[in-house]
């Protein structure tokens, strides 16, 4: 062990307890030693725990981006025209026609919309241009090891060291974001072993450098976890009546397409909803005087992608602006 290393360790409760975080009292390597020896309990093979375990240290970066908390929160109108913005419209665009034939593929097999699928691998890595550059195990084991969320993270650093048993990815490439989301996708460890798909059929599920792999795990997400509904819109811009009770407008409360008709919702250029009993809920992030929104089913399988009001309404406009 380096005297830097050994430093490290050392001082890494002190610099957890200065950042406000729950320090784990434990010393760094006593508890690797422990998690050591659970992973080979549940199976996972003494090479790839010496491998993926060998010689890491928390990363006290991590803990400050954990810590960081927002200046302020933004409303929809301003995420709106941060993430739903150029250059990423006219990226997807191009993205979606260059890929084409691979997400009619996908399409097919899932049933889920390309333009959806497009929309989702644009936001959450810029059409895969943004992976992360954060080496996995040790991001995990930084934040398993900091205490604050330590059992939800370490039961994601034994996903990942499952991942890499089954020999999905090689260790030096399994790079994410600072919290641990992965590849393309962005997908957590966990989501990766539900969810991710050998879609190009080399063997492995590689969301990090398949394109195949990658968009076929995103379809193959919102259908299995979101049951998306082929054929379906996501939604649609709206026009509220005045004096509209707006906490109705909670993105999640279904009434039937003809009840929320019959309250005086109107499409944005004010004509009629359409006709029928569709469920449906009302999305007005920004109050009575902001955007307002209908949802269908398929918002919301999108919303157990991301489980934020914004970021669904970001896919579905972005959908729609990739696709033409």
Not at 59 to 70: H, K, S, T, V
Not at 88 to 101: D, L, S, V, Y
Not at 235 to 254: K, S, V, W, Y
Not at 288 to 303: D, P, S
Request: hydrophobic residues 40%.
């Amino acid at each position: 062990m380096t005297a830097t290393r050994r430093t490290l360790i050392a001082t890494m409760p002190a610099l957890l307890l200065a950042r406000g975080a729950a320090a784990n009292a434990q010393p760094f390597d006593r508890w690797l030693a422990e998690l050591r020896t659970e992973a080979r309990g549940k199976g996972i093979s003494q090479g790839t725990v010496q491998t993926a375990l060998n010689a890491i240290a928390p990363i006290p970066r991590i803990i400050e981006l954990d810590r960081r908390q927002p200046e302020g929160t933004l409303t929809w109108a301003q995420y709106r025209d941060r993430v739903v913005a150029e250059p990423r419209i006219g990226n997807g665009r191009k993205a979606h026609a260059e890929n084409r034939t691979l997400l009619a593929s996908v399409e097919q097999r899932f049933g889920v919309s390309s333009r959806t699928i497009t929309a989702i691998w644009g936001i959450e890595t810029n059409y895969g241009a943004n992976t992360g550059g954060f080496p996995v195990v040790q991001a995990l084991a930084t934040l398993a090891y900091d205490g604050r969320r330590s059992s939800y993270f370490r039961g994601e650093l034994l996903n990942a060291l499952r991942i890499l048993d089954q020999g999905h990815i090689a260790h030096p490439r399994m790079l994410g974001s600072w919290a641990g989301a992965m590849g393309q996708p962005q997908f957590m460890p966990g989501s990766f072993l539900s969810y991710a798909v050998d879609f190009d059929g080399d063997g492995r599920r590689d969301i990090w450098d398949s394109r195949g792999d990658a968009l076929g795990s995103i379809g193959n997400y919102l259908a299995r976890a979101g049951s998306w509904k082929p054929g379906e819109p996501w939604g649609f811009q709206a026009r509220l009546p005045q004096g509209f009770a707006i906490a109705q407008a909670d993105a999640r409360a279904n009434r039937p397409l003809s009840a929320w008709a019959a309250a005086g919702v109107r499409r944005a250029d004010g004509s009629a909803l359409p006709r029928g009993e569709m469920p449906a809920a009302i999305a007005a992030p920004d109050g009575a005087q902001g955007q307002a929104f209908v949802l269908f089913a398929n918002a919301q399988a999108v919303r157990r992608y991301n489980n934020s009001t914004y970021y669904v309404l970001a896919v579905g406009l972005l959908s729609d602006l990739v696709g033409g």
